[in-house]
C-alpha cells in the first residue's frame, strides 16, 4: 500500500500542475463537460437497460404493436413513457461523439502545456548539458518528452474517465441489479440482492488473480521503453555520422552494435509477450465465463416463471454492468502497466532536472557581473570522476585583449573553454566574465534545424538582419555561393564539410559582432591559408573584440597579444 501511495504521489506531482496553471479554469471546464458527458453515457446504458426489458417482453409476448412503437416512436410501459430506439440511439451516438472530442481537445491543450513546461524546466539553468554529462541514468530524454508526456496524458485521461465511469455504472447498476435478484436462501441464510454479492466475489477474485499473474508486466514495460529508446539513439547515431563510419569501414562494428541493442528489444518483447499470454488467457476466460455466468445465475428465476424473458436479459445486461465495473483492474491491468511505467519515467526525468537545475550554483561560477575583464579565480578544473585537470588557475584578460590558450592534447583546455561559457560544473572557483556580447565557437560549429539564414544569424532572431548583411558576411568567410540559398531548409551539418560549417561560423562572429569572442579549435577543418584569413578577418572587422583562442598551430599566435599555457594541471603564462 505504501508503494502504492509513492506511485500515487508521483502521478500528482507530473500532473498536478497543470490543474493548478494559468489554464486551469479552461482545463478545469473543459474536464467537466468531458466528466458530465461520460456520466450521461451511463445515464443512457441504464435507460436502454429498460428499453432492453421492454422489448424483449414484446417479443415473449409477440406484441407487433409493443415492437414498433419501442423501435421508432414511444410507448407508455411500467417504467414510464419508453422512447423508441431511434431517439435514444442518436441522442447516444451524438453523446459519445462529443465526449471522444472533448477528450481529445483536452489531451491536446494538455500536453502542449506539459510538453512547454517539462523543455522550459530542460533548457533552463542549462540542465540539459548537466543531465548528459553526469549521466544521471536519465536516458534518451527526447523519448520522454515527445512520447512519455503523450502516452502520461492520453493514459491518464483514457484511465481516470474509464475508472470515474466504472464507479459510476457500478452505484447505477447496483440499484438495478439489487431491484432485480430478489432474496436468495443458501443454507438456510437468506441473502437479500444476492446476484450484487455474487458479481462482487466473481470481480474480486478475479482482479486478485489478473494481479499475480500480469504483475511482471510493470517492469517489462518500463525496460522496453527504454530498449526501444536505445535502439532508436543508435539508429540516430549512425545517421548522423554517416560519413565517419564510411571512412573507417566501420560497418560490421556499426552492424554488431545495432544487432545487440535490437537483440534486447526483441529479448524484452519475447519476457512481455509470455507475461501477456499468461494474462491474456486468464482475461479472456474471465470475460468469456461473464457472458454465461449471469444467465446461469439467474436462470432458475426464469424457468421458475418468477422474471420474464425481458427481465432475464435486463438482470443478465444488469449484472454484466456491475460486474464489468467492478472487473475494471483486471480489464486495464496491460494498460495501468504501461502508464506506472511511464509515470516512473517521466518521474525520474522530472526528478533529475531538478536536481542539474539545483546544482546550477555549485562547482565552478561564471559571474556576470558587468565587469569590462575577464578574469579568473582560483579555478580548479575537474573530470566526473574527480580527477583534477587544471588547478587553482588565476589571470586577467583585459577588454580589446587576444589570448591564446595553449597546451598538449587532453591538458585541459576544451574544458577551460566550457568553464569559460559557465557551463562546466565540476570543480570550483569564480569566472568573471562580462554580462553581455559574448560569443563562443567551438570546433564543431553548431547550425540549428531550418534555413541557411537561421544558422547564421544562430542564435539571435533572423528577422533582425537584412538581407544585405547576411549576403555581406557570407561573402567576407568565402561562402557567396550559398548566398542564393538562404531561404532553403536542409540539413545544413551534414550537406556542408566541416571547413564550409566553420567558415559560417565565422560569418555568424561578423555578423553578431561580439565584443568576446571565444574560439575552441575553431579554424581546425581549414588549412593554414585559409586559417590566416579567418584570423585576418577577425582583426579587421573586429577591432574592438577580446579574442580568447584555444589552437594547435603556432602560426595562430601571431594574432594574440600574448599566450597562457596549460602545462602540468597549471595555467602559466607564456610567450605569444
Not at 445515464?43 to 412503437?69: C, D, H, I, P, T
Not at 447496483?174 to 436468495?184: E, K, N
Not at 595553449?406 to 577551460?416: E, F, H, V
Request: one cysteine or more; glycine letters at 8%.
Amino acid at each position: 500500500m505504501r508503494r502504492l501511495g509513492h506511485f500515487l504521489s508521483d502521478a500528482w506531482t507530473v500532473a498536478g500542475p497543470y490543474w493548478r496553471s494559468e489554464e486551469r479554469w479552461r482545463a478545469r471546464l473543459l474536464l467537466g463537460v468531458v466528466i458530465l458527458l461520460n456520466l450521461s453515457l451511463v445515464g443512457m446504458s441504464v435507460l436502454l437497460s429498460y428499453w432492453n426489458r421492454e422489448f424483449f417482453n414484446s417479443l415473449q409476448e409477440k406484441n407487433a404493436e409493443a415492437f414498433w412503437a419501442l423501435l421508432f416512436w414511444w410507448r407508455q410501459t411500467d417504467s414510464g413513457p419508453m422512447p423508441g430506439f431511434v431517439f435514444v440511439a442518436a441522442l447516444y451516438i451524438l453523446i459519445a461523439v462529443y465526449a471522444l472530442y472533448l477528450r481529445q481537445a483536452l489531451q491536446i491543450r494538455w500536453r502542449s502545456w506539459l510538453t512547454r513546461e517539462v523543455l522550459d524546466r530542460w533548457l533552463a539553468d542549462r540542465a540539459y548539458y548537466r543531465v548528459a554529462l553526469t549521466d544521471s541514468g536519465t536516458d534518451n530524454p527526447d523519448q520522454r518528452i515527445a512520447e512519455d508526456l503523450r502516452q502520461f496524458v492520453d493514459n491518464t485521461l483514457a484511465l481516470g474517465l474509464g475508472l470515474m465511469r466504472s464507479v459510476v455504472t457500478l452505484f447505477s447498476f447496483v440499484l438495478v441489479l439489487w431491484g432485480l435478484s430478489g432474496p436468495a436462501t443458501i443454507l438456510g441464510i437468506t441473502i437479500p440482492g444476492y446476484m450484487v454479492w455474487v458479481a462482487l466475489a466473481y470481480a474480486v477474485v478475479g482482479t486478485g488473480l489478473a494481479h499475480l499473474v500480469g504483475r511482471s508486466l510493470i517492469r517489462l514495460n518500463f525496460q522496453q521503453e527504454r530498449v526501444e529508446a536505445d535502439f532508436r539513439y543508435a539508429l540516430v547515431r549512425l545517421r548522423d555520422n554517416a560519413e565517419g563510419i564510411a571512412l573507417y569501414g566501420g560497418e560490421a562494428d556499426e552492424k554488431r552494435g545495432l544487432s545487440d541493442r535490437f537483440g534486447a528489444v526483441i529479448g524484452n518483447w519475447w519476457a512481455i509477450m509470455v507475461a501477456t499470454k499468461r494474462l491474456t488467457f486468464f482475461t479472456s476466460g474471465y470475460a468469456q465465463v461473464a457472458i454465461i455466468f449471469p444467465f446461469i445465475v439467474a436462470a432458475p428465476a426464469y424457468f421458475a416463471g418468477r422474471i420474464p424473458l425481458g427481465g432475464l436479459t435486463q438482470t443478465s445486461g444488469a449484472f454484466s454492468e456491475v460486474q464489468g465495473a467492478l472487473s475494471w483492474f483486471v480489464d486495464n491491468y496491460s494498460s495501468l502497466t504501461e502508464w506506472r511505467a511511464t509515470v516512473l519515467r517521466i518521474r525520474g526525468f522530472i526528478g533529475a532536472i531538478e536536481e542539474a537545475r539545483a546544482a546550477a550554483g555549485s562547482g565552478i561560477q561564471a559571474v556576470p557581473d558587468g565587469g569590462d575583464e575577464l578574469v579568473l579565480e582560483d579555478v580548479t578544473i575537474r573530470l566526473p570522476d574527480g580527477r583534477v585537470l587544471i588547478e587553482n588557475a588565476s589571470a586577467r584578460i583585459a577588454p580589446g585583449e587576444a589570448v591564446l590558450i595553449a597546451g598538449r592534447s587532453g591538458s585541459g583546455k576544451s574544458t577551460l573553454f566550457r568553464a569559460l561559457a559557465g557551463l562546466w560544473p565540476f570543480g570550483h572557483g569564480r569566472v568573471h566574465v562580462p554580462a553581455e556580447g559574448r560569443l563562443f565557437l567551438p570546433q564543431r560549429a553548431y547550425l540549428p534545424l531550418g534555413t541557411l539564414r537561421r544558422a547564421v544569424c544562430y542564435p539571435r532572431d533572423a528577422a533582425e538582419f537584412s538581407d544585405a548583411a547576411i549576403h555581406e558576411v557570407l561573402e567576407a568567410a568565402g561562402l557567396g555561393h550559398l548566398t542564393a540559398r538562404l531561404d532553403e531548409v536542409e540539413t545544413w551539418d551534414r550537406l556542408l564539410s566541416g571547413g564550409e560549417q566553420q567558415r559560417v561560423a565565422l560569418a555568424r562572429a561578423l555578423l553578431l559582432q561580439p565584443r568576446w569572442l571565444f574560439l575552441d579549435e575553431a579554424t581546425a577543418s581549414l588549412d593554414p591559408e585559409a586559417e590566416s584569413r579567418f584570423y585576418k578577418l577577425l582583426k579587421e572587422r573586429l577591432p574592438g573584440t577580446s579574442l580568447v583562442s584555444i589552437a594547435h598551430r603556432p602560426a595562430v599566435a601571431q594574432y594574440h597579444h600574448r599566450a597562457l599555457r596549460v602545462r602540468d594541471g597549471h595555467l602559466v603564462p607564456a610567450p605569444a
